[in-house]
């Protein structure tokens, strides 16, 4: 954290000069510049009284919320491959494990699935962007294809199969994170 530049940010936002800072706190203009620029650190009491003239406390002060990451690109997705069960699991969102839903894009190859997952709480939902699959829940099997979605509580264990000869890629969210 820069705390000058906090400093200078939250002088600037409450419409205040260097001078009428220095004035509120009994400094000089030529040290709230120098804190402002990190040449110098003002005492602990010093600082306490320019954040209460500032409209904040040490708490707030030091509180840095981090802005939420809205959009994502292909550097930030993380794949995982499976030979044996011929598939490739692409996170579209890092780290959606802490998050309350996990969306992948899931590529079945020909005869490929996914594991077999044991039942949870939540629902997983899914839309087939091209080639088709069957959806295992429990002893049922369902088919879907390209255009198709499927949406399920998932209270049996489930997976999904791609039992054709094309390739199938499938957006994938699951409700808690369970990938």
Known sequence: ME??????ELRIKNSLTQEELANRCELSKGFISQVERDLTSPSIATFIDMLESLG??????FNEVEEEKIVFTKNDMFISEDNEY??????????AQKNQMEPILVT???GGMSKEDNPHEGEEFGYILSGSICICLG?????????????YKA???HYITNPN????????????PNF
Do not use: M, Q
Not at 3 to 8: H, S
């Open 56 to 61: 904040t406390n040490l708490k707030d002060f």
């Open 86 to 95: 011929k598939y490739e699991l692409k996170w579209l969102i890092p780290n």
């Open 3 to 8: 705390i000058g530049k906090k400093i200078k």
């Open 139 to 151: 002893n049922k099997r369902y088919k879907a294809k390209k255009g198709d979605s499927f949406y």
């Open 165 to 176: 000869k094309s390739k199938a890629k499938i957006l994938w969210v699951s409700t808690p």
């Open 155 to 157: 209270n049996v264990s």
């Open 108 to 110: 079945l190859e020909s």
